[in-house]
């Protein structure tokens, strides 16, 4: 019998893989599975300022805002993870501010959203919603397309909070918002 942590490693691999396709009867268990499969890879593939951090060896924070779809899923996903040497905590957060400390703040509530960014705006945070490019200013945005879960970017929106975003994720969305396009 597999652990959960070798459980969320194996869809870990298959969503960053293969964009995780869903069915009608599982969609909403994988679907969350899928997102935090992302959420504890998005920290790979982002480059923030060194003053971002507590020190050489400070955690990058993964802040759940608002209600937590995730249960164990998160935890399970980034558990043993290290993002340049950097341990990854889950935190859970009501609200957030610019000096929370989130380096990655997921919103999945569409009405905390735009105060969220708003929150956060200028500080470097990787912001990930569901809300679509409903609410400007998230980095991250989750789509389901064609039963999958995948994401676009608003490369603009990082730039502005002081974040640079890989070309290997930028070249995985569905669709990116170049930078300088506003």
Known sequence: MRSRGSASRVVLGLAMGLGMATTAG????????????????FGFYVEWPRDAFDGPTGPL???VVGDDPF??????AVAGQRVEGRPISVRRLKSVA???????AYVGNETRTAAVIDNVRGSPTLVVTDAGSAVPGGVIQFVLKDNRVRFAIDDEAAAQNGINVSSKLLNLALSVKPRGSR
């Open 98 to 104: 610019r000096g929370s400390g989130c380096h990655i």
């Open 26 to 41: 599982a969609v909403e268990p994988l679907e969350w599975a899928v997102k935090a499969a992302y959420l504890a890879k």
């Open 61 to 63: 924070n993964l802040c």
């Open 71 to 76: 249960g164990n899923l998160l935890d399970d």
